[in-house]
């Protein structure tokens, strides 16, 4: 064991592993990101701290080996070593989703050993409240005294991690730029590789010569910036040249730009170190999520004449970035390039380059860099009236239509919801929702109620009666969607001069009609699975011979996956289709993609283009299986940086050229053998599984939809949980949630106990734990109140159930893994990954551990009923 001492003379045990070392001493910090562990590890800033994992579940995905890339630079490394004192995590995973977990694979990767098993959020909560703590990780053995508390601020850092001469990449580049190293991390040489530059990388305090250089590049860098005062002259006579070059500056970087023009920096409480703070950009008001590493900041106040802020963090108010007036000069204080982390500012480094090959054709005045940033961060379809737009005074919002699998329960939550925010605007609400069995049509909530079926004539009538000026379609799930769509076509909305609030239905019906949707993927050069719409058997059968079998049969505008089905043969073909067609008018033959990951994610956008990802999640099962069948898993457990953020990225890609304001959902398939994905559909609605999210996340999903329909921006939107933050932010969870279905097969005597890409369950329940085991124990245990979690004695070890998926395969699962396979054989039949088989084993272990100390075997350690609680 090992204990780890704060200064404030806390005393925290935890279980070391990695690397043996002797005890080592830093400042204790907080990082709030979900995945990119060892980017965290081997990135520079951390140099000398003791790093803090506020996510529980690491060492999921492993550690990736260490290969070069096209410019000579480290693929999944932000540099050659190991910059953390001690890394200290909840739970170290023994395997990870790709082979070893966090330690030992490919180059050792933490340098000293640090506890796990440690609470985190009880330490997070301490760093929050206390600030920085300066701690000390001692191995037990070791006496106290050896080691005295240090705080490394005190020591010159940057010297410590920069280069000492210089190296240049990319040589044959057509621009010259010279990147100052206080702490360089690869990703930002590769940033400006990638746009065509030779990069001469030089040390901090390396004399700097504007004739050197087209551009000036200065890197991030821990510590405090008040000990780099060679490198602060050295950029003040590149300030002061008569023919200025541009310069950018990140983090540590920007901190050393305001010290050279004369503006101060001081120590934060804890710094802002995480993948997701929200910045406002001054000139736009738009809010981008950044990642963020870093303990100084500049004091925004004491900015001399000529310059102005760029960003400011729309959570604490410190600033955020720098940019001249006139002259080619910008600096942030977060990272736009970051691994780990959302790239969505990249295009900072365009800019930059941009900017320095003009001048270098002798273009350099025809636009300020404050110019080209304000015209890149534009968004120039900003809704007539903007944000003065005049407010609706009665909104009709459709419900979710009578109870059935696939709708109502689930919607309550959203139609509920939609009717709070817009009673805080002071606007009137008339509810059309035949089912009496729900929240939001009990007295007091809405102003009037409908008891009537969701059907366009019925809307019309009731449209006629009370003329409101808007109506929500989002909110009700497909029926509410189907009917508005059918409205609108048919004139009704603009006959009684009713406007659609949120999403357009032109968007709603991008989404829905397959082969539209397709089109406007590829615009944007993304993918959904190969697929064919058609509207006749003939076309179908057509479109599967050319596709090859097996195909998925899906219908278009239906509800929980009605009528849809997987076929091997031109047989199942014919059943399948000739059923579809009673629902719908067009069917879908996909290619099937079984056994790939499926994954979704919940985004929010607003009129004026901020978009956030507000939850991810992953389901258990693979694609085959509807997402209202599966065992659904929030936030993803087994992706690793990289898919994180592409799919993150493609999310948000997708919905602003959508042009989707409200939430939506969406759900990708990912092969888990490469980074091949494609995107299976959009929701452009509130959907079952936002009811989840919201849930999963604390982040009121239809609440802020309403708001964002009434064309309220994001930002101005405060967060629910601390009524002081923005709206404008993305979760970072520091627990395991599951959701897990509900069938009530066993009440008729005929139905297939099968479950597919059509939905049978009446329900689902959802339960959170600090870890994947608890959270996925105490559904199992809610589902069934007879049920006493993953219990091998409901179900017999059978194949065939593995293989074909049914209501009670979880249980069949357990007694496999009591029975004695493997987890790749569980894998080839199952294709869950070998991740979550991992934990499910450690269950099925831990029973057979409490149940030797039956009778006569001694009493059990506390350790071990302990771990049977956890």
Not at 493 to 500: A, D, G, I, N, S
Not at 593 to 616: H, S
Request: hydrophobic content about 40%; charged content about 20%; proline content about 6%.
């Amino acid at each position: 064991m090992a204990r780890l001492l704060l200064q404030d003379g806390s005393v925290l045990r935890g279980r070391p592993f990695g690397a043996a070392g002797a005890a080592v001493a830093g400042e204790v910090v907080f990082q709030t990101g979900m995945v990119g562990y060892p980017e965290a590890l081997t990135d520079p800033s951390y140099k000398a701290q003791i790093l803090v994992l506020t996510y529980p579940l690491v060492g999921n995905y492993g550690v990736p080996r260490d290969e070069p890339d096209a410019f000579g630079l480290s693929r999944w490394f932000e540099s050659s070593k190991i910059h953390v004192a001690a890394l200290v995590v909840g739970e170290c995973a023994g395997t990870g989703a790709r082979g070893p977990a966090g330690v030992g694979q490919g180059r050792g990767v933490v340098s000293h050993s640090p506890p796990a098993g440690v609470d985190t959020r009880a330490l997070t909560k301490k760093i929050r409240e206390k600030g920085t703590l300066l701690g000390k990780l001692v191995p037990d053995g070791t006496p106290e005294e050896s080691l005295s508390f240090e705080d490394p601020n005190k020591r010159h850092l940057v010297q410590e991690v920069s280069l000492k001469g210089p190296l240049v990449f990319n040589p044959g580049g057509s621009l010259r730029i010279t990147a100052l190293d206080c702490g360089l991390k690869n990703n930002q040489v590769r940033c400006l590789c990638k746009l065509g530059a030779a990069v001469t990388v030089v040390p901090w305090d390396h004399p700097l010569d504007t004739a050197d250089f087209d551009g000036l590049f200065i890197s991030n860098g821990p510590g405090d910036p008040q000990l780099c005062q060679e490198t602060v002259s050295s950029l003040r006579r590149v300030l002061d040249a008569p023919q200025p070059k541009p310069v950018f500056g990140i983090c540590l970087g920007h901190q050393l730009l305001a010290l050279a023009l004369g503006a101060r920096t001081y120590k934060m409480k804890y710094g802002n170190r995480g993948h997701n703070q929200p910045c406002l950009h001054e000139d736009t008001q738009r809010c981008f999520i950044t990642a963020q590493n870093h303990g100084f900041a500049v004091e925004a106040g004491s900015l001399p004449p000529g310059w102005a802020p760029l960003f400011t963090n729309a959570n604490d108010g410190s600033n955020e970035g720098l940019v001249h007036q006139h002259k080619p000069f910008f600096s942030v204080q977060f990272h736009p390039e970051h691994c780990a982390g959302p790239t969505d500012l990249e295009g900072l480094f365009d800019v930059f380059v941009e900017a320095a090959r003009d001048l270098q054709n002798g273009d350099g005045g025809a636009r300020t860099v404050r110019e080209r940033l304000r015209d890149w961060l534009t968004y120039t379809k900003v809704p007539a009236g903007g944000p003065d737009v005049a407010q609706p005074r009665k909104v009709l919002i459709l419900g979710s239509g009578g109870l059935s699998i696939g709708q109502a329960g689930e919607f309550d939550y959203s139609g509920s919801q939609a009717i709070k925010a817009l009673r805080e605007e002071n606007i009137q609400t008339v509810l059309i929702n035949p089912n009496i069995a729900t929240v939001q049509t009990s007295k007091g909530l809405a102003d009037k109620v409908y008891f009537l079926p969701i059907t366009p004539e019925y809307v019309t009538q009731v449209i006629r009666n009370e003329r409101p000026d808007g109506v929500l379609l989002t909110f009700g799930g497909q029926t509410a969607l189907n009917c508005g769509v059918e409205l609108t076509k048919a004139g009704v909305l603009e006959q009684y001069h009713v406007r659609v609030l949120g999403t357009p239905v032109a968007s709603i019906e991008m989404t829905e009609d397959r082969k539209v949707f397709a089109e406007k993927m590829e615009e944007i050069g993304e993918h959904v699975a190969p697929s064919e719409a058609a509207t006749s058997l003939e076309q179908a059968q057509a479109a599967a011979e050319r596709l090859g079998y097996p195909v998925l049969v899906r219908s278009a505008y239906a509800l929980g996956g009605l009528g849809s089905g997987f076929a091997n043969s031109r047989e199942e073909l014919v059943a399948l289709v000739s059923q579809a067609f009673t629902h719908t008018s067009q069917v879908l033959v996909d290619k099937s993609l079984k056994g790939w990951k499926e994954i979704e994610y919940e985004v929010v956008r607003d009129a004026y283009n901020n978009c956030v990802t507000v939850c991810n999640m992953e389901n258990l099962d693979p694609l085959g299986i509807h997402t209202g069948e599966s065992i659904v898993v929030a936030p993803s457990q087994t992706l690793n940086d990289t898919e994180y953020f592409m799919l993150r990225r493609t999310a948000i890609k997708v919905v602003q050229h959508l042009g989707i304001v409200g939430e939506c959902n969406i759900q990708f398939a990912l092969n888990p053998e490469s980074e091949q994905y494609y995107i299976i559909e959009v929701n452009a609605r509130l959907s079952r599984s936002s009811a989840l999210a919201s849930k999963a996340t604390g982040y009121p999903l239809a609440y802020v939809a309403a708001k964002l329909a009434l064309g309220i921006p994001l930002p101005v939107l405060r967060n629910s949980v601390t009524n002081s933050t923005t709206a404008n932010f993305e979760p970072s969870l520091d627990y395991c949630v599951v959701k897990i279905p509900r069938w009530d097969l066993s009440k008729f005597l005929r139905v297939s106990t099968k479950i597919g890409s059509s939905m049978k369950s009446v329900g689902e329940v959802m339960a959170i734990g600090r870890n994947f085991e608890e959270a996925f124990q105490k559904a199992l245990r809610m589902v069934d109140e007879n049920c006493v979690g993953f219990d091998h004695m409901v179900k017999p070890a059978s194949d065939v159930e593995l293989e074909t998926p049914t209501d009670k395969r979880i249980f069949v699962l357990a007694a496999a893994l009591r029975a004695g396979y493997s987890i790749e054989r569980l894998y080839e039949l199952t294709k869950i990954d070998r991740w979550f088989l991992h934990k499910m084993k450690n269950i099925t272990d831990h029973a057979v551990l409490l149940e030797s100390y039956r009778g006569e075997q001694g009493t059990m350690p506390p350790a071990v009923l302990q771990r049977a609680k956890q």
